[in-house]
């Protein structure tokens, strides 16, 4: 089961001839700031979709872009980065006293991509809140937007 999302433009004929004519790697690079461009409303959305008890989620959400080789295509990428996170003063502290001393400062803590996506799908013990889908629904028709918009400035 997948949980990617595809995106299929159909009658840009003309602007795939467009972006053949003006050498790939010009064209590569504009492919990947319209995705880009079409990225950042809908990480925006996620972002505020997301529950704002500590505000750690929202913080952690990024965009990975990835180019085809050969091709005029790739994909954007945008969730939960999978960085550690080494709390730090306060709130090491803070997970020190109610964890003890098997979380010793310094030591990795949370992922963000564990959290959202226990909070997406839930748990057995937890409901789920999907938050990336309806930052998604929400921001999608931005996103492509953003991206035909990103396309038509590259191309003058």
Do not use: C
Not at 7 to 34: C, P, S, Y
Request: proline share 3%; glycine share 8%.
């Amino acid at each position: 089961m997948s949980d990617d999302v595809t995106v299929n433009i159909r009658g840009l004929e003309d602007l795939q001839r467009k972006l053949e004519e003006i050498g790939h790697n010009v064209a590569k690079r504009g492919v990947r700031q319209a995705l880009r461009a079409g990225a950042v409303p809908v990480r925006e959305a996620m972002a505020a979709a997301a529950p704002k008890d500590s505000g750690f989620l929202s913080e952690h959400i990024d965009i990975k872009t990835r180019m085809d080789k050969d091709e005029l295509a790739g994909a954007a990428f945008i969730g939960p980065n999978s960085k550690a996170v080494y709390p730090r003063g306060e709130v090491a502290r803070e997970l020190a006293r109610k964890l003890g001393n098997r979380f010793a400062r310094g030591t990795k803590q949370y992922f963000a991509w564990v959290v959202a996506r226990f909070l997406e799908f839930g748990t057995r013990k937890m409901a789920k809140k999907p938050f990336m889908t309806q930052g998604w629904e929400t921001s999608k028709q931005s996103a492509l937007d953003a991206i035909i918009q990103k396309l038509k400035d590259n191309l003058k």
